[in-house]
């Protein structure tokens, strides 16, 4: 295995966030499922920006988020994903070059426009995401330059790409060629629901070896396996899958393999303000530790690191040094 | 004096925060005056912006994040700023109308895009400014209605507008029109540079009752009576304005009158995460109290407690409601 130009490469949607606080009726009212990411189209993207109250616009986008959290610990990073040359897609671009990483996909001159995420915070911390996929849906193969891929020691995708139409063919491109340079893949369920249109694919792709190192929740895990109970579902997880980690919120995450399964508590917190991006970082902490050689446990730690920073305010992106963060918390790497 | 169909109407610069984090040296660097407002043009704009990290961006203006304040005690409230119909100013009348606030001024359709204010946050939670005005530039007279300001118990304007051309003629319009009402105008200095700007017409105002109520920090007093001794400076304003508060940070804030001198003390915080907006919601909590009718010292403890929201997060609009706050911190009204 040649030395890695970058420690992790993302692929995902590139999405800006609009994220506004609401009482639990107005998901009622609008007909939004609790924690879920719903997808829309344009004429619901207006309706509920018209609803909503008083918003901050920030960039998003789930795994563009974990990559500026593994650049955020000091990592070499780059992502992939499409934008449009709009005003919002400047500030994607311009965010995500300004946390350090490398970011080159050209964007979209023509068609919709920059994919936006209506995210609603209700009192409890708990988000409810509403994407307006846009201009992400034009994610190609083409997108994936396979020079930049084989140069990264783990590459790290989103189900979610599972959404725009040709986006998993990038993906699976990507995973072809990181395997024969003799890269790690890995895959975030993303959603519950996400894992609900795709279970046979995602399951596909962990049990055939497409995917090394797996993400999930304890929802998306109950979904994969269609099961209520977390000891079977994650038996099974065991089985199919290489590496995984299962995050629980407040009850920390799991770490398996097919010989071990570790715990790691979360980092206790002393209010949620937005729940959005909590996977996101923990998956962050966790592959930037991982790149750095250290063992799963020291990586969940960091993971539960970032986690707990980013939920602690609005917003899905990093607003200090995670690289500090862990120094000052007895976690260098 | 009728019944007022506002509590309290606001006239400023309608602007988009930018908001991001850097070291003091980025301000070296970039020959910024740390805690100051400097005026840009649209190309030092778009350098600061290329320099800049990661950022938010969030509907601000010093006025209107007071507005939205006052709102977000449970009053009416209503703005006049202006804004260009492109997707920043669309962002502002969201997030402006979305805050409860009656927001009717007519936008510009060609001529300099909506005003940006670029805020790079040092460590120390101190804000550095760096304001394009924009479409902010042409706020003329005649967007002041007399109907809307009339119908007011108080109106406040921002020093900042002495800036744009032809917005302090809107000032003196709106400023006659209340006192003709029998209304109260109330005035925040904004910055000790803006009072360097305009001194001599600041203090006219002040002196000659153009201006009922006066709001500065320790800095625009100091700039205003050109003296580094606060008691100097207190006794002073004491003397030229019928009502003023003067905050100071941590140390709270003086109300003086010419018969009394109070102090408030300041609410404290664990960590001043972003001050951008505590001098905007702390005079949001006074207005609130006075439109109410508390006296001056429940109203200043109102604006200590909303200052104290604001500054534990980005951004300078209040993230939880300050109605629901204050009952909580026993001071309801």
Request: glycine share 8%.
């Amino acid at each position: 295995m040649i030395n890695s130009r970058y420690d992790v490469l993302g692929i995902g949607n590139a999405i800006v966030d609009v994220i506004a606080r609401a009482e639990d009726d107005f998901l009622i009212r609008h007909d939004m499922h609790k924690g879920r990411m719903a997808l829309i189209d344009e004429a619901r993207a207006q309706a509920i920006y018209a609803a909503m109250g008083s918003a901050v616009e920030v960039s998003g986008g789930s795994a563009a988020n974990t990559i500026v959290g593994v650049a955020g610990f000091g990592a070499r990073a780059a992502f992939v994903g499409k934008v449009k040359d709009d005003p919002l897609g400047k500030v994607f671009r311009h965010d995500i070059r300004a946390a350090g990483v490398d970011f080159e996909t050209k964007h979209a001159t023509s068609g919709p426009s920059t994919a936006r995420c209506y995210v609603i915070v209700t009192p409890d911390g708990e988000r409810t995401l509403n994407t307006y996929l846009g201009a992400a849906q034009d994610l190609r193969p083409d997108d994936v330059v396979a020079e930049q891929v084989a140069a990264a020691g783990i590459i790290y995708l989103e189900g979610y790409l599972w959404d725009p139409p040709q986006a998993k063919e990038a993906f699976r491109k990507a995973a072809t060629i990181a395997h024969g340079a003799g890269r790690q893949v890995a895959l975030t369920l993303s959603d519950a629901f996400c894992v609900d249109r795709y279970r046979e694919e995602f399951l596909d792709l962990i049990r055939k070896g497409t995917v090394d190192i797996v993400f999930a929740n304890e929802r998306e895990l109950h979904s994969l396996y269609q099961t209520a109970d977390f000891d079977t579902a994650l038996k099974l997880l065991r089985e199919d899958a290489r590496l995984a980690v299962v995050t629980r919120s407040e009850k920390g995450c799991v770490v398996v393999t097919h010989e071990r399964v570790e715990t790691v508590p979360a980092n206790p917190v002393e209010r949620v303000v937005d729940a959005t991006g909590a996977g996101d970082l923990f998956a962050a902490g966790f592959l930037y530790g991982l790149a750095r050689g250290t063992d799963h446990c020291k990586a969940a730690q960091l993971g539960a690191l970032a986690a707990a920073e980013v939920i602690q305010h609005i917003g899905a992106r990093p607003e200090v040094s995670l690289k500090e963060l862990a120094e000052q918390n007895g976690l260098p790497v």
